[in-house]
């Protein structure tokens, strides 16, 4: 199950230290959706599928659709930027699993958009204090393995956004790299 039909191969192995880092920042930010949304099990179920391939499991269907249902709760919770947030960063680890091997920078986003989401929930959380992103984006780096950053420097640097997740992505990015 590598991805060798793209500008390089990933293996299982890499897709899953992916996943792993992706679901590791998504479990610390779900209780922000389940609080916002309860009762809306598409955010759980869809972390429960990226738990599922960083356990061994194969790559399929049920990764795909839960990290769609998780994206359509979050723009089913677009009134509460931080729930959206969060429901997003679940669907971002269940998705995980699927990270292409192209050489594109938007793919940066599968790897690195959930931290920066949580950057953004843990800002919004402390009443806008750029600090607590600064401190999550820190916090971030440091949980990135090895293997992550090789994974990471196969792509071209993220892009460059204009919302401040996007800002916060490009951030976290730029201090894996370095």
């Known amino acids: 199950m590598s991805g060798a039909s793209g500008d390089f191969e990933l293996s299982v ?28 099990l598409r955010p759980r179920a869809a ?18 659709v839960a990290s769609m249902d998780a994206h359509r709760a979050a723009g089913d919770a677009a009134g509460d930027e ?14 995980a699993a699927y990270l292409h091997p192209l050489a594109k920078a938007h793919q940066v986003g599968h790897i690195l958009r959930a931290a920066a989401n949580a950057a953004r929930i843990a ?41 401040r997740p996007a800002q916060l992505m490009a951030a976290l990015d730029a201090a894996l790299r370095a």
């Open 13 to 40: 192995q890499e897709l899953r230290a992916v996943a792993r880092y992706v679901a590791e920042v998504a479990q610390e930010v779900l209780p922000v959706f389940e609080r916002a949304v309860p009762g809306d």
């Open 123 to 163: 800002e919004l959380e402390a009443g806008g204090d750029a600090r607590a992103a600064e401190r999550a984006i820190e916090a971030a780096r440091a949980r990135a393995t090895p293997l992550l950053v090789d994974v990471l420097r196969r792509y071209p640097c993220a892009p460059q956004g204009r919302s």
């Open 82 to 95: 931080a729930a959206r947030l969060a429901a997003q960063a679940a669907g971002d680890a269940a998705s």
């Open 47 to 64: 972390l429960d599928s990226a738990w599922e391939f960083v356990g061994g499991a194969n790559r399929g269907k049920g990764q795909r």
